[in-house]
Structure formats: structure tokens, C-alpha cells
């Protein structure tokens, strides 16, 4: 019986070469915290995105709290972000007692509406967490012209987007004062569980993210401030290391599943397909937007041809419930209206020409 997953890290291993024998090799030289794989893979991932700095962390939410701490954002500090977005983005504000300060979205993208960021971008806002949507740059080139007019300290929101450029030819992750990503499973990278990472070229927040992800501590056992434990598994690190070997495939083949969507759907006037920003953009998920009335129907008869399907994301995060300070009266009408039309379909590396086949046909034969 036909399955198609939403996304498919698992695939992505076969195309490893030798992958079980160095694995094994990995597993039985018994080093699991820190070492070798971990520091290759950090500098692997810098000279890849062209900072000076990358600091492996255990997951994206810990990548954005240590990237405002080392910011040195405090309680009641204002920092802009979008209200559609993954939870994360806004929880590392929360965490801190700062003041998350809700910015609309743009509908071609998703990603942040600059006219609402430059309005909502004033003295009092100490900093900026821009989302690179579904793998869409923000506009981040437009987003540090403004954050460096007003004085903000600007954190790219990087866990969709490892692998695409801004126009200038810049890795996404590369331009604000911090990248952070993630590695979760589903991500154009993605790990074997939890991980992410911070990018900058600032030798101090480099330091002091390095400190906090284990225990305070540069050197063993001296400690200098309070942290905790952020640290990336080694044999994650491993399999990330041995997937950047292979990304251009990861590239190649997730472009060629986006590309025959386009080709084969263009027609189907209900439904209004995702844009690249750019030639260099690699999605992380295929969102398309629908009437209301449809995306249920359509999310039915998906799930009962098993094509995995979901909604990124249904509940903006101002509506959460956890959000309770003056949410009536924050108003976000493309944020409103994007939550009740998007949904995203399959994308993943490798797939083979029938499981394309079969979600545009069964795509086609809807209604
Ligand atoms: C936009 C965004 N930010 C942050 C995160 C948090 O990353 P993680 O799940 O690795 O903690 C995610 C993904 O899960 C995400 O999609």
C-alpha cells in the first residue's frame, strides 16, 4: 500500500555512502559527548554558511534562548517577531520575561511584512527574531537595514531554511548578529534527534553561547557563569556531518519534487502554490494556500490516499492560550488569514518518480 509521509529524513540515509560500516565504527568507539565528529561538524557548517563562528546546541528552542541571553536581552525587553511561526520563536522571549511584540506576515512568503516590521521597528525594540518560513528568506537584507537604523539586535530564525541564500548570494543564517537552527528530524537538515546550532561572526556571543551550552564552563570544571546543558550528541553530529556531505543531492532532489508539483498543479485554479524567493532557495515544506472551505476536505481525502499532510500553522501564537496580555487587541489580518487557508504537502529528498506521480495524480483527482 502506497504511503506518502510528509517528510522522510529516514530516505536520506540510504544515499550515505558505506553508511552502516561507518556508523558502526562511530558506535563502537565509544566516544557519544563531544570529540571529533562534533568539532568537524561545527566547522564544516561554518565554512559552508560563511560565518566566522558555528556553536553545535542540542535544539533549535535552546539555539534562539541562548542567542538572546548572549544578546543580552532581559525581563521586559520588546523584541519583534511574527505570530505564525513554530511556538519557539516567541517561547525564547517568554522565557526570558521579555516582550514579544507581534509583527503581520506577507502572503506571497509568509515571512515577516516589512511595512508592519519598519512601523512596529521604534526605539523601544531592543530586537528582532525574523522567521525564514517554510525556507523562504525574510527579506533579511531589507529586515538589517532597519535593525541597524534602529539600533536592534537582529536573531535569524534559520530551523527551516539550512541550504537557501538571500539575493546577494549569502547563506541564510549568515547576515544578522546570530543564525539559529535546527536540526529536528523533518528540516532540510535534519538530524537523527533533537539538535541545532548557532552561526555569528561575533567572537563574543561565540564565547559566551559556548559557556552557557555547558554548564558556564570554557575550560573543564571552571566555572564562570550559570548555563546549563545545550550540548549536540556526537553520533548526531555524525550523521549531520555525513548528510552535509551530501546536501547537493538533499538540494538537487527536494528542487526536482518542488519543480514537478509546480509543472503538474500550475493548472488548478483553486489552488495557489509556493514561491521561491530565488533560484537558491531550498523549501522545507510545500505550502499551498486554498479557499476555507476546501483545506478540510482536502486534508480528508489526502490522509485516506495516506499523503501525509498538516497546517503550519493553525493557531498563530498570539491566540495561544499562554498568551494573555492585551491578545484581543493585537490585530494581524494576513496572520489570520494565512492560518485558515495554508497546508502543506509531501517534500523530501529522493523521492522516486512514482510517489510524485502518485500525489499529483490523486491531487488532480480531488473534488
Ligand atoms: C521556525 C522554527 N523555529 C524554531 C524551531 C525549534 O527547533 P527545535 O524543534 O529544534 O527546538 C522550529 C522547529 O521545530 C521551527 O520550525
Not at 509568509?110 to 522567521?131: E, G, H, M, Q
Not at 563574543?204 to 548555563?227: S, T
Not at 496572520?335 to 487557508?341: G, I, L, M, Q, Y
Request: glycine residues 6%.
Amino acid at each position: 500500500m502506497v504511503n506518502i509521509p510528509l517528510a522522510n529524513p529516514s530516505r536520506e540515509l540510504e544515499y550515505i555512502s558505506n553508511f552502516d560500516e561507518k556508523l558502526s565504527k562511530q558506535l563502537r568507539g565509544g566516544v557519544y559527548i563531544g570529540g571529533e565528529s562534533v568539532n568537524n561538524f561545527e566547522n564544516n557548517f561554518k565554512k559552508i554558511i560563511g560565518t566566522k563562528y558555528c556553536v553545535s546546541l542540542n535544539s533549535g528552542t535552546d539555539a534562539l534562548i541562548l542567542a538572546l541571553i548572549a544578546l543580552g536581552i532581559k525581563k521586559g525587553d520588546k523584541v519583534l517577531v511574527p505570530s505564525f511561526t513554530f511556538f519557539s520563536t516567541v517561547e525564547c522571549i517568554l522565557q526570558l520575561n521579555a516582550i514579544p511584540v507581534f509583527v503581520d506576515i506577507n502572503l506571497q512568503n509568509y515571512t515577516l511584512d516589512l511595512n508592519d516590521f519598519s512601523k512596529k521597528a521604534t526605539s523601544k525594540i531592543k530586537a528582532a527574531i525574523p522567521v525564514h518560513l517554510f525556507g523562504n528568506d525574510a527579506q533579511i537584507t531589507e529586515i538589517k537595514k532597519i535593525c541597524i537604523e534602529k539600533n536592534i539586535k537582529l536573531v535569524e530564525d534559520v530551523a527551516q531554511a539550512f541550504g537557501s541564500k538571500n539575493e546577494k548570494n549569502n547563506f541564510l543564517g549568515s547576515i544578522g548578529d546570530i543564525g539559529a537552527f535546527s536540526f529536528f528530524p523533518s528540516k532540510t537538515l535534519g538530524g537523527i534527534g533533537d539538535g541545532g546550532c548557532i552561526t555569528t561572526n561575533n567572537y563574543q556571543i561565540y564565547k559566551k553561547i559556548k559557556m552557557l551550552k555547558n554548564h558556564g564552563q570554557i575550560k573543564k570544571y571552571k566555572h564562570e557563569i550559570v548555563g546549563g546543558n545545550s550540548r549536540l550528541d556526537s553520533i548526531n553530529a555524525f550523521i549531520l556531518n555525513e548528510k552535509l556531505a551530501i546536501f547537493s543531492k538533499i538540494r538537487n532532489t527536494r528542487n526536482k519534487f518542488y519543480k514537478f508539483y509546480l509543472d503538474n498543479l500550475n493548472d488548478i485554479e483553486w489552488i495557489n502554490l509556493p514561491k521561491k524567493n530565488n533560484n537558491e532557495t531550498v523549501l522545507n515544506y510545500f505550502t499551498i494556500s486554498v479557499p476555507v472551505n476546501i483545506r478540510s476536505r482536502l486534508m480528508a481525502y489526502l490522509s485516506q490516499k495516506n499523503i501525509g499532510n498538516a497546517i503550519y500553522y493553525k493557531t498563530p501564537i498570539h491566540h495561544q492560550k499562554v498568551i494573555t496580555k492585551n491578545s484581543k487587541k493585537i490585530k494581524l489580518k494576513n496572520t489570520e488569514s494565512a492560518s485558515k487557508s495554508v497546508l502543506s504537502l509531501p517534500l523530501y529528498s529522493f523521492p522516486t518518480d512514482d510517489e510524485l506521480e502518485y500525489i499529483v495524480t490523486s491531487i488532480r483527482k480531488f473534488r
